[in-house]
């Protein structure tokens, strides 16, 4: 079992940035592919970003690609989504999702085991 905890959401205003954290218990992290997911309101949950267990590949949406940063730090159990040049269209609740192993369809929030509660993130104009 795998508990994850986001933090690091809050409001900011355009053109700002934000960094999120999200923080896994248990001993078998880097066996994990983690990923960012959103989720605004009247919508369905999007993928954002993930980081590949092996090798520490990145992915990333077509809409943050180039804006948002996804990394990991295994000795510390912890993914981080760096945010910057934020616009009012990434206003949403934040997840982190991880799946052991995972190296495929990761795009998909479906064949992810395990979730965060999420963090709320609201960006001004």
């Known amino acids: 079992q795998v508990q994850l905890v986001e933090s690091g959401g809050g409001l900011v205003q355009t053109g700002e940035s934000l960094r999120l954290s999200c923080a896994a218990s248990g001993r078998t992290f880097s066996t994990y592919t983690m990923g960012w997911f959103r989720q605004a309101p009247g919508k369905e949950r999007e993928f954002v970003a993930a980081i590949i267990w092996r090798g520490g590949v990145t992915y990333y949406a077509d809409s943050v690609k180039g804006r948002f940063t996804i990394s990991r730090d295994n000795a510390k159990n912890t993914v981080y989504l760096q945010m910057n040049s934020l616009k009012p269209e990434d206003t949403a609740v934040y997840y982190c999702?991880?799946?052991?192993?995972?190296?495929?369809?990761?795009?998909?929030?479906?064949?992810?085991?395990?979730w965060g509660q999420g963090t709320q993130v609201a960006v001004s104009s």
């Open positions: 999702a991880a799946d052991r192993y995972r190296e495929y369809d990761f795009r998909s929030p479906s064949p992810y085991d395990y």
